[in-house]
């Protein structure tokens, strides 16, 4: 690979990792591309040789913020509860630019590009899957229903959390969710 070449890659992921968190940071249409080349090092002229239009990418930058949901995907393979903790945590709330974009691009969402819907469409998929798998019962169906009932528990507690500006109740609320899920999540469940 050539000087260039490889300069062009590093180039186009600057411009990447500077808009997965600018998005999730002022969601997708609170940021324009001259600042993403700013924040990039970069002049808005250059951003035609890494790009066709805006929305590839906001696309490309989603789906690279979505890798920041994998260690919370691995936790919840081998500890739910405590990955349950990390999301309804005071850190997942205050970090928004490496939060988990499903939480915090939840509303950008529904008016974004079918291809950024599409990404989003899967992850949450796979974390309500991921969720399914942790609880301890039998029956699949009530399964996938209480997994759909704690991905928009986590979700929307977090948001929630984020949007309200006394910090007791966004703490309340963040630790009411948890409190909720962590009994769904109990091995005590599989007993009964």
């Not at 951003?47 to 696309?59: G, K, Q």
Request: proline share 3%; glycine share 4%; with cysteine.
């Amino acid at each position: 690979m050539g000087h260039s070449q490889a300069d062009k890659i590093a180039t186009h992921q600057r411009i990447v990792d500077a808009a997965a968190k600018r998005f999730r940071e002022q969601g997708l249409d609170g940021i324009s591309i001259a600042d993403l080349m700013k924040d990039a090092g970069l002049t808005v002229g250059g951003f035609y040789r890494h790009f066709a239009s805006r929305d590839e990418l906001i696309a490309e930058a989603f789906e690279h913020a979505l890798r920041d949901v994998e260690p919370w995907e691995a936790a919840m393979v081998t500890s739910p509860r405590q990955a349950m903790r990390m999301y309804l945590s005071d850190t997942h709330r205050d970090e928004v630019s490496n939060s988990c974009p499903v939480s915090t691009l939840v509303n950008d969402m529904s008016r974004s590009t079918d291809d950024a819907r599409e990404a989003y469409t899967a992850r949450v998929k796979r974390m309500a899957e991921l969720i399914a798998k942790a609880i301890p019962t039998e029956d699949s169906a009530d399964k996938r229903a209480e997994a759909h009932l704690i991905m928009s528990a986590c979700v929307g507690a977090v948001a929630l959390s984020r949007a309200v500006t006394d910090p007791k109740l966004s703490k309340q609320i963040l630790d009411g969710a948890l409190s909720q899920i962590l009994e769904l999540l109990s091995p005590k469940r599989a007993a009964k």
